[in-house]
């Protein structure tokens, strides 16, 4: 999930105390104004799925209350699972699913990917949001820093896994993060094909007057964690960051699990 602006006159929060976070104070502030941080995003994630080839299954972790990084997937899988920890942004991810009123409107992100695919403006966002809602069948409990983190899920490998801003953002131990990048893997076949965003350098984020801690990466310790966890990086790009917000830009690359990967969840 996108995070949010300068914190220095919020008040902080325990770590992992998600109790306050508000799914529709996030999305009003960060989601209501299309900004280079999502032109950025939205182009990354459209050129990585335009050449990407045909997958059965993605899995969606920690996306919050949000279904935008999911769009450009929409023609390239079969089935999306959407794992997320907190109840309450599974149930807005489940309002948009079944299109109900006052449900969030990602019309300006299908409007987007809607020109990055040339496709022709008549019908086509109905028929876009149509095969996502189709394709969208599973919203589960999904915790990265339990042993199991989909306890529920029969399934424990997925051809494609995407993560955006959760492993850095939900902790701020080192130790932790490391721990939650390795479930994240291990829930991607071995060889399959794990797309991910992260901040850069940001040690808390700010949603309405709460702070909630993060762990402040930078792109060595990003790469150095992906070859201990035995994943190759296959592309890389540098994403901008608004400058009144606690972090120094963004991440996002493409990375496969070595198919001689045997990695043990702990």
């Known amino acids: 999930m996108k995070t949010a602006h300068n914190v220095s006159q919020q008040s902080t929060l325990a770590e992992t105390d998600f109790s306050h976070f508000s799914p529709r104070a996030y999305l009003d502030e960060y989601h209501c104004d299309w900004d280079e941080e ?8 459209h050129d990585v799925y335009q050449y990407l080839d045909p997958q059965r299954t993605l899995l969606e972790i920690g996306g919050g209350p949000t279904i935008h990084q999911l769009i450009s997937a929409r023609n390239k899988v079969e089935t999306i699972v959407f794992g997320e920890y907190l109840k309450k942004n599974r149930v807005e991810v489940k309002g948009w699913r079944e299109a109900r009123k006052g ?3 990602w019309d300006v992100y ?3 990917v809607l020109k990055l695919e040339r496709r022709s403006h008549e019908q086509s966002i109905l028929e876009m949001k149509k095969t996502l ?12 820093l339990e042993a199991r983190p989909m306890p529920f899920m029969p399934v424990r490998n997925f051809d494609l896994v995407s993560v955006h801003f959760c492993p850095e953002s939900i902790t701020s131990q080192e130790s932790e993060f490391v721990a939650g990048m390795r479930r994240v893997i291990s829930l991607a076949k071995p060889g399959g094909l794990l797309i991910m965003s992260f901040l850069k350098e940001s040690s808390m984020y700010a949603v309405g007057k709460t702070n909630f801690c993060a762990f402040p990466l930078t792109e060595a310790k990003l790469k150095q964690t992906l070859a201990a ?7 890389m790009a540098h994403g901008p960051a608004d400058p009144t917000r606690n972090y120094f830009g963004t991440i996002s690359l493409v990375t496969q699990r070595r198919c001689a990967s045997a990695l043990r969840v702990v």
């Open 103 to 105: 449900a969030f409107s």
């Open 133 to 144: 809602r189709q394709k969208l069948r599973f919203i589960v409990p999904c915790n990265i």
């Open 229 to 235: 966890l035995d994943c190759e990086i296959l592309h």
């Open 110 to 112: 299908f409007e987007h």
């Open 38 to 45: 999502d032109e950025f995003l939205m182009a990354f994630l």
